[in-house]
């Protein structure tokens, strides 16, 4: 426990020195004041006759708000990532008792557990805050979660944290090279906003599943706003695939990411 107590400090260590891996791990921060704050300002802007207007850009920015806080920690995992292959560091951690592959597993647990917190945070602040600002027809859509809601969907939605992370540090050499990978793969944060589109409401949205956020996201938008459709799962079924998919997708990553580390 002692070693991996140690490590705990050398990370918080390293992420304190870089200022744009501080501002990554506060990321979540931001975004709970953007959703509290920024966002109800927007709706308020909107004609409140335009039910179909609000309803689209309230659907788009919950779409935000549940999916760009595992990206800026999955580029923060890239860059701490990074730093080791600048550093030529992880042969010399490859000798220690904790080994490359332990290291990795330290490194991927605690990023993961701080995407869950950062995730819940933002959406029990947010409904907590500011869920009578989220109201169609007289209604909160934060009316329709709760705790179960919002951790579950965390827990599964957190794990492409990791993933992306060691993804893109397997991907890029050096920090250059990571910068502009992690702008190239933002992207994947957008797609789940097509979920919106009529064309993607039935059988089609499962085109969309192949993006691994897809999936917990769908559930979640869901529970926000129910839609009668009999291509639509239930929610823990959305969530049970997004889990494996993404369980899978992070053990590739991970064998992946050793593999390269290795050259």
Known sequence: MSKYLSLMKYEVK????????????????????M???????????????????????????????????SFF????????LLDHKDENTLNT?????????GYLKFKMVYIYLMSVVGSVAILLGTKLIASDKYTIMGTSVFDNIDIYHIVSFAMVNELFTPTLGLLQ?????????????????????????????????????????????????????????????????????????GGGYNLILLIAAYRFFLKKAQY
């Open 73 to 80: 920690l999955a580029a923060m995992a890239t860059f701490l």
């Open 35 to 69: 959703s509290s704050f920024v966002f109800p300002m927007i709706f308020e802007s909107l004609d409140p006759m335009q039910g179909t207007v609000l309803k689209i850009t309230m659907l788009l920015l919950l779409i935000v708000i549940l999916a760009f806080g």
């Open 169 to 241: 540090g397997a991907l890029a050499r050096n920090k250059v090279e990571g910068f502009a990978i992690i702008k190239g793969t933002g992207i994947l944060a957008l797609v789940p906003a097509l979920m919106v589109l009529e064309a993607f409401q039935g059988e089609l949205q499962y085109i969309l599943g192949i993006f691994p956020n897809f999936w917990a996201i769908k559930g979640m938008v869901l529970k926000f706003m129910p839609v009668e459709n009999s291509a639509n799962l239930s929610y823990p079924l959305y969530l049970l695939i």
């Open 93 to 101: 951690i490859a000798v220690t008792p904790v080994g490359t592959s």
């Open 14 to 33: 390293t992420i304190i020195r870089d200022p744009i891996n501080l501002y990554m791990s506060l990321f979540p921060v931001i975004m709970l004041f």
